[in-house]
């Protein structure tokens, strides 16, 4: 248990339709990342939050945005959801250290039909 | 994009025998994280080693970094059928942020 917890755990959604997806931090974390996993591949890194404002972002187009709540929890949206959107969504909880390990939820599975 | 790629791809051991499994990186890095997944699932951090740093024990595990290469290796001894499992290494940048950078994972198979 890594003390980061992710909802849903799975979900369908239908092309073009828009989706959320949640993320509780570990206890006294204060950078939140989110990741997308294509089935076969990494992760990759879609943006990361700190004390509220984005800190940084992959090469993921605008329809990805997110929160992060002053609990430091935080929220992804994607918008007019693509086929290729179909992926398990990782979210990791740390301190904003570079040294500092990452602890993973279990993921969203998301499937766009 | 994915930062590095990992070798071998998949690999099926027996239990007891030991596995050792690569990675390779493209830029310049602050430090390499070891990370494991099951089924799927979300990941585990098992080990973190700095750019300064060229061997690391943690238990079963031991993993090394050659930065003047861009390569690291894991090594697991006398795995288990529990190590089955995916195998992810991901890199954090010297320049900016703390982004892990995965590479593609290798998948391990332990029989008992």
């Known amino acids: 248990e890594t003390g980061v917890t992710q909802s849903p755990t799975h979900l369908i959604k239908t092309r073009g339709q828009q989706v959320t997806l949640r993320c509780s931090s570990q206890s006294g974390h204060n950078t939140v990342s989110w990741y997308q996993q294509a089935l076969g591949q990494g992760p990759q890194f879609i943006f990361q939050y700190y004390r509220e404002e984005e800190n940084g972002r992959g090469n993921f187009p605008p329809r990805f945005s997110g929160l992060q709540f002053p609990n430091y929890s935080s929220e992804l949206n994607v918008n007019a959801l693509e086929l290729d959107d179909s992926a398990l969504y990782l979210c990791a909880s740390s301190f904003l250290d570079r040294r500092s390990e990452a602890f993973f939820g279990q993921g969203t599975r998301l499937t766009v039909v | 994009s994915q930062q590095g790629e990992e070798d071998p791809q998949a690999l099926s051991i027996q239990e007891g025998e030991n596995a050792t499994m690569n990675c390779s990186y493209k830029?310049?890095?602050?430090?390499l994280q070891w990370y494991r997944q099951n089924s799927g699932r979300g990941l585990v951090h098992l080990i973190l080693?700095?750019?300064?740093?060229r061997e690391k024990h943690s238990g079963r595990l031991r993993v090394t970094l050659d930065t003047s290469k861009k390569s690291s290796s894991l090594l697991i001894t006398a795995s288990r059928a529990a190590d089955t499992a995916s195998y992810f290494c991901a890199t954090v940048a010297n320049q900016a942020g703390t982004a892990l950078i995965f590479g593609k994972g290798t998948t391990l198979s332990v029989s008992s």
């Open positions: 080693i700095r750019s300064n740093e």
């Open positions: 830029t310049s890095i602050n430090n």
